[in-house]
């Protein structure tokens, strides 16, 4: 529908504030570009076509919404006569937010300035999105007309009186540390009068993306007030890095100098405890926790079981889990999953059940975690039912995951039959891991033939797997052939593939 002319509208209605007020609450059930166009139309007949607040109301749906249109919106602004700040405000924001366009944002900013009647300025509103659209770029490389235009940017902030605005700083440490540009950025942190979480975070990831966390320390040191936000995006700093030892260090001059640890850095160092088996530090974090009243929301209650699972502590995992007084959905999968990690089939099935109890509704990676609880636990029937089940009553749709899942399950229990059956069944093409999951049981099973059909198909998935050439060498060699085992390994040099080095 082609966007409806504004120069002839009708005069106003009498009744334009009831009109208005009608509209405006019509606006909020607006979700589809159909139902904004009958919007747009209503507005012209009310005569509001020029009318900035109504347009503007309109611009922003289709600028900000996700099933919005930004040349829709900028075809309404092209024919406004006098828009306001918060138009143009609306539709940098909108082009921001696009990095295909966002030189649009740019070009939206220069009109901005140029207007003559009335005359306009940027606000506070006007420079975060603007130095973010800086930032992206067409052709996915950033250049230098792209650094210089920021710059100028940066120079207008000052022109302009916002270099005490924390979200314009914020926005410029960003810009500058995201082209590598370090000096220019740590200027404009060192120059803000005060700083918060998104201050601190931006530069510390912008020296850690070049692997300079300790040019970054040394930052940290020297700031004359790091505040507890410079010490929790430090401690998570560490953490991204792997240097674990330095993290628990900084935490313990945090206590000594009683400075609050907060969630996010806490589950950064629960995650890292997880992947290293710590369990002793890990206790340390959820004991800090405890003490220091931080509230367990549902990302941080399902790390702190996931680091007790990873190291083995099934006991305290449960026993942590009983205690919550609120459970979300991610702490109840998190929890199924370790118990299946850990060879506990029946118990992991049980504590699905008491889910279904609660009227806690399962996801995808609930079917996953339970079907694997099944596969270790040699639980096929059950796992037969799951599968369906939780897309009968509860609509999981079926993933290539849930298929390898049902796929080792029923390869694990010998029976192969039916799991080529269900991969010939699927409704998509199998992938490598589920091809994979049937491969791994015929050599378990020693199905010689379909373990050879499924091998080759599984080679030419993943032609640069040395692992795939030597199961299938292996499964020939288990029967006594030889020279098949030899062909595939032949096969494997011709091919340039090498073996993958494990390191101990």
Request: glycine fraction near 8%; aromatic fraction near 8%; charged fraction near 25%.
């Amino acid at each position: 529908m082609a966007v409806p002319t504004l120069l002839v509208s009708p005069p106003p209605t009498p009744n334009l504030t009831e009109g208005r007020r009608t509209l405006y609450n019509g606006l909020q059930s607006c979700s589809t570009m159909a139902d904004i166009k009958q919007f747009h139309s209503q507005l012209i007949r009310l005569g509001l076509s020029t009318d900035n607040d109504a347009m503007g109301r309109l611009i922003k749906f289709c600028s900000v919404s996700e099933t919005g249109d930004l040349y829709y919106a900028l075809k309404v602004f092209e024919q406004m006569p006098h828009p306001d700040p918060f138009v143009y405000n609306t539709l940098i924001k909108g082009f921001s937010r696009a990095p295909q366009l966002a030189h649009h944002s740019a070009l939206l900013y220069i009109q901005m300035l140029q207007q003559e009647q009335p005359v306009l300025q940027p606000n506070m509103f006007t420079f975060p999105p603007l130095v973010k659209s800086c930032c992206c770029s067409c052709c996915g490389e950033i250049g230098d007309a792209h650094v210089e235009f920021g710059r100028q940017v940066h120079a207008h902030v000052v022109k302009f009186g916002f270099c005490e605005d924390m979200f314009t700083q914020n926005s410029l440490i960003d810009m500058y540390v995201g082209w590598g540009l370090l000096v220019e950025g740590r200027r404009v942190f060192d120059e803000m009068p005060e700083r918060d979480v998104v201050s601190w975070t931006s530069l510390v990831n912008g020296y850690l993306r070049r692997g300079l966390v300790d040019e970054v320390f040394e930052v940290f040191e020297a700031a004359s007030e790091q505040g507890s936000v410079g010490w929790n995006a430090m401690v998570a700093g560490f953490v991204r890095s792997g240097r674990l030892r330095e993290a628990f260090a900084l935490l313990e001059r945090m206590r000594a100098e009683e400075k609050e640890l907060d969630k996010y850095a806490a589950a950064s160092m629960l995650a890292a405890c997880a992947g290293l088996g710590a369990l002793e530090q890990g206790e340390l974090i959820v004991d800090y926790l405890k003490k220091s009243g931080i509230e367990l929301d549902g990302k941080l209650s399902t790390a702190v079981i996931d680091m007790y699972c990873k190291c083995g502590s099934m006991d305290k995992a449960l026993e942590f889990f009983a205690g919550l007084s609120r459970r979300a959905l991610s702490s109840w999968n998190c929890m199924i999953g370790g118990l299946a990690m850990h060879g506990q089939g029946e118990a992991a099935v049980n504590l699905f059940r008491e889910m279904e109890r609660k009227k806690i509704a399962p996801d995808n990676i609930t079917l996953v975690n339970v079907l694997s609880a099944c596969a270790h636990a040699g639980l096929v029937e059950e796992g037969k039912h799951y599968f369906h089940h939780m897309k009968e009553v509860h609509g999981v749709e079926h993933t290539m995951e849930h298929f390898g899942c049902m796929v080792d399950l029923l390869g694990r229990s010998g029976r192969l039959s039916e799991a080529r059956k269900l991969i010939d069944e699927m409704p998509m093409s199998p992938d490598v891991g589920v091809l994979g999951a049937l491969f791994g049981a015929c050599k378990i099973h020693k199905e010689i033939e379909l373990g050879e059909q499924i091998g080759r198909r599984v080679i030419e998935l993943e032609p640069q797997n040395s692992g795939r050439y030597i199961l299938l060498a292996n499964l020939y060699a288990s029967v006594g052939r030889w020279d098949d085992a030899a062909e595939v390994r032949k096969l494997m040099n011709d091919r340039g593939v090498k073996k993958a080095l494990v390191v101990l």
